[in-house]
């Protein structure tokens, strides 16, 4: 019997730590068949305070960590990542690990799609200092839709929450509040906010709650999902070695019961993750 999945390995997806969990859950709704291998550097994370060379090393690490483990496809499920390290993987680093493997991030399709979004021209980006100062959405946002307007709002206090598994606490309120006012009150025409980093919809709810019902509140995960779908339509020779069995395993560098117990609440689903040690 021919075994189809013989050359093919599951689709890596990485993050700090728990975030890029939200944008797994859309990929698994959306390309259910694929196999997923999730990678949180949960002993490391937050990234998103960290300066351009840390992020950068540690993303780099994670990145060959998955292509060890048969990835041939990592999709960067962190917007400090993405900002800060993506660029320089793809261009000098992939070349000489494994010039036919790819990684992709989440920035630029979620730029593609604001512009069907925003019927004002403005948009909010909330993110962590690290995307924010790096100004990745402002330069993706400009290319494509040049006469639109980004405002952005580091939030550094939100990823913290969800690493911490305060997100529906009620210290979360503060910080929720906090950042939504400051971003409304930069600019009264924004009419969409982009919640830019893969931790931020797990405080959905609040932030909801906090901003007025005529401004959208966007989440990624869709986003990235639809734009995985396309770029394997695209691309039937990467297509072609991801294998195809349903199956999602979960990696962490921190302590696996922590995690667990965080996981299965977001996925609502059992998770069984293993420790590792990316170095
Ligand atoms: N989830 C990540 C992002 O999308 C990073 C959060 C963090 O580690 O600070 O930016």
């Not at 969800?162 to 210290?171: I, L, R, Y």
């Not at 709650?209 to 039937?236: F, M, T």
Request: glycine share 8%; aromatic share 8%; proline share 6%.
């Amino acid at each position: 019997m021919i075994d189809n999945n013989m050359h093919r390995g599951p689709i890596g997806v990485f993050d700090s730590g728990y975030g890029g969990l939200t944008i797994l859950k859309e990929l698994r709704k959306k390309l259910p068949e694929l196999d997923y291998l999730y990678l949180g550097d949960n002993a490391r994370a937050p990234y998103g305070s960290r300066s351009y060379d840390v992020v950068y090393k540690f993303t780099l690490e994670a990145v060959k960590y998955l292509f060890g483990r048969g990835c041939p496809l990592v999709i960067l499920a962190c917007n400090t990542a993405s900002a800060k390290a993506l660029r320089t993987i793809q261009q000098n680093d992939l070349p000489a690990i494994n010039p036919a493997n790819r990684v992709l991030g989440v920035i630029r399709p979620t730029a593609e799609i604001i512009g069907n979004l925003s019927s004002s021209g403005t948009i909010g980006i909330m993110g962590t200092e690290g995307t924010v100062n790096s100004g990745s959405y402002d330069m993706e946002v400009a290319k494509l839709f040049p006469s639109f307007k980004v405002v952005s709002q580091a939030c550094p206090m939100w990823a913290p929450i969800v690493e911490n598994n305060e997100a529906s606490g009620p210290g979360a309120d503060y910080f929720v509040d906090k950042y939504v006012r400051t971003l409304l009150s930069q600019d009264s025409t924004i009419d969409t906010i982009v919640l830019a980093c893969t931790h931020y919809p797990l405080l959905y709810p609040k932030i909801r709650a906090a901003v007025p019902s005529s401004v959208k509140v966007v989440n990624q995960g869709e986003i990235v999902a639809d734009s995985l779908a396309d770029y394997l339509r695209r691309h039937p020779e990467m297509d072609s070695r991801i294998a195809r069995g349903g199956r999602c395993s979960y990696l962490t560098t921190e302590n696996p019961d922590k995690f667990n117990d965080l996981a299965r609440i977001f996925l609502e689903e059992p998770v069984e993750v293993d420790h590792v040690d990316i170095l």
